[in-house]
């Protein structure tokens, strides 16, 4: 996985945040079998940022813990049509992830957790959504939720 790490944070991430990001985007990438050159990037972020990110382009006006731009959808009106081996030469890029790190110290507090099982479940949640998972029907769920749980559990982030 090529994997391009932001700190927009005003503390400034712990390296071992970094590098619990590095491993389990490298985890769900290799579980998911995804090309060693797929590129995804993920942004970390306070309350304050991801609170206008998430007004401006999901019309709601308060913090959220993660938010996922895809690069790809289904929507076949976006699709570019190009030379197949054009196509796989190219480097896949999944999109963006956005994560807040004061909803991970929130939560974590809330949910009686370390806030490394936060950020991780944070990480998969927002990777498995560029991958087109979601969790808006209750089969879909049980899926997204339960890949989750696997790779957080294979990664030693066992709730």
């Known amino acids: 996985m ?3 790490l932001y700190d927009q944070t005003t503390t400034g991430a712990q390296p071992e945040q970094l590098q619990l990001i590095r491993d389990l985007i490298d985890l769900a990438g290799q579980t998911l079998k995804l090309r060693d050159d797929t590129e ?3 942004t970390l972020m306070n309350n304050d940022a991801i609170q206008k990110i998430n007004e401006q382009y ?3 006006d308060r913090p959220t813990d993660v938010i996922s731009f895809a690069m790809h959808d ?3 009106d976006d699709l570019i049509v190009m030379d197949p081996e054009m196509a796989a030469e190219m480097p ?3 999109g963006d992830i956005m994560i807040s790190v004061d909803k991970v110290s929130e939560q ?3 949910l ?3 806030e490394a099982r936060e950020l991780g479940y944070l990480v998969v949640h927002g990777f498995l959504h560029l991958n087109g998972y979601d969790h808006l ?3 879909d769920e049980t899926e997204m939720f339960t890949l989750q749980r696997q790779i957080l559990d294979a990664y030693g982030l066992e709730k």
């Open 92 to 94: 896949l890029n999944l």
């Open 112 to 114: 009686n957790h370390s």
């Open 2 to 4: 090529d994997l391009e």
């Open 58 to 60: 999901r019309g709601v």
């Open 74 to 76: 289904d929507d076949e």
């Open 108 to 110: 974590a507090a809330f």
């Open 137 to 139: 029907q209750p089969a």
């Open 40 to 42: 995804v990037s993920v």
